[in-house]
């Protein structure tokens, strides 16, 4: 087993990525998507890449376009983009080698962007949303974006969290969101889905991923977990407690 850091040919540029190969020959592959303007070298994407590559899959992490190493402007980075983002990636692996079970998943928006693509290409195997969101940015947050015409976030650094990076993202990537609805589109998927909520989940609470799986085909699998937040990834202990859940679903499945 290894880790390849590379560039994936992208329409707005490459995409930085890291590829976990399996040890031995493999006709399974795993794309794992990031939250909204998060990295790929979270501790909760790299966890979850390390436990399915024992699973015997190939992993590909990636960041979209516009966000940390990859290439293109903040003003790419939309849920169309995004989508775009995850076909070259899959197109690029494909390319390299005959997966035949491809699962897609992520969290957070990386959970929402997943069931999106799903709905929309049938070579997908299986889906799995870690607490994702659903539908159009609403209330108070999308007002003030309108207003001020970017909304200005920052994040931790994946090997120092007292170090940020600022992101200044357009307001037309809530444009561009409007046209996208995860609620709806999980009715469109015909193969598995694995959805998984946090109990303490503030930002994405439980009623919203248990929406999502009411619209969603069997089979599919809901699951909330005690004492959970959303932003786990800080938490060693959380990472395994969520990996081992997301084991249990992907073995309970018969693909």
């Given at each position: 087993?290894?880790?390849t850091?590379?560039?994936?040919?992208?329409t707005?540029g490459s995409?930085a990525?890291?590829?976990?190969?399996?040890?031995?020959?493999?006709?399974?592959?795993a794309?794992?998507?990031p939250?909204?303007?998060?990295s790929?070298?979270y501790k909760?994407?790299?966890g979850?890449?390390?436990?399915?590559n024992?699973?015997g899959?190939?992993?590909?992490?990636f960041e979209?376009t516009?966000t940390?190493?990859?290439e293109?402007?903040?003003s790419d980075?939309?849920?169309s983009?995004?989508l775009e983002?995850?076909?070259?990636?899959l197109?690029?692996?494909?390319?390299k080698?005959n997966?035949?079970?491809i699962?897609?998943g992520?969290?957070?928006?990386?959970?929402q962007?997943?069931?999106l693509y799903a709905?929309?290409d049938s070579?997908i195997?299986?889906?799995?949303?870690i607490m994702?969101?659903?539908g159009?940015?609403q209330?108070?947050?999308r007002?003030?974006?309108e207003?001020?015409?970017i909304?200005?976030?920052?994040?931790d650094?994946?090997?120092?969290?007292?170090?940020?990076?600022e992101f200044?993202?357009?307001?037309?990537?809530?444009?561009?969101?409007?046209?996208?609805?995860a609620v709806?589109d999980a009715?469109?998927?015909k193969v598995?889905?694995?959805?998984?909520?946090?109990?303490?989940?503030?930002?994405?609470?439980?009623?919203e991923v248990?929406?999502?799986f009411?619209n969603?085909n069997e089979?599919k699998k809901f699951?909330?977990?005690?004492?959970?937040?959303?932003?786990?990834?800080?938490?060693?202990d959380?990472?395994k407690i969520v990996?081992?859940?997301?084991l249990?679903?992907?073995?309970s499945?018969?693909?």
């Amino acid at each position: 087993m290894g880790i390849t850091e590379t560039k994936i040919p992208s329409t707005k540029g490459s995409l930085a990525a890291a590829i976990h190969y399996s040890e031995n020959k493999t006709d399974k592959l795993a794309i794992l998507c990031p939250g909204y303007l998060d990295s790929k070298d979270y501790k909760q994407l790299i966890g979850l890449a390390e436990v399915l590559n024992k699973q015997g899959y190939t992993i590909v992490r990636f960041e979209p376009t516009g966000t940390w190493e990859s290439e293109g402007d903040i003003s790419d980075y939309t849920t169309s983009q995004y989508l775009e983002d995850i076909k070259n990636v899959l197109e690029y692996m494909l390319s390299k080698a005959n997966y035949k079970h491809i699962l897609l998943g992520g969290h957070s928006r990386g959970g929402q962007v997943s069931i999106l693509y799903a709905a929309r290409d049938s070579r997908i195997s299986v889906v799995l949303g870690i607490m994702p969101s659903s539908g159009p940015i609403q209330g108070q947050r999308r007002e003030e974006w309108e207003k001020s015409g970017i909304s200005v976030s920052q994040r931790d650094l994946p090997n120092d969290k007292d170090k940020k990076i600022e992101f200044r993202v357009p307001f037309n990537h809530v444009l561009d969101r409007d046209q996208y609805d995860a609620v709806g589109d999980a009715k469109k998927i015909k193969v598995p889905i694995i959805l998984i909520a946090g109990e303490l989940d503030d930002l994405v609470p439980p009623n919203e991923v248990r929406e999502i799986f009411d619209n969603a085909n069997e089979p599919k699998k809901f699951i909330v977990i005690p004492n959970i937040g959303h932003d786990y990834r800080h938490n060693d202990d959380e990472i395994k407690i969520v990996n081992n859940k997301i084991l249990e679903q992907l073995k309970s499945i018969k693909l």
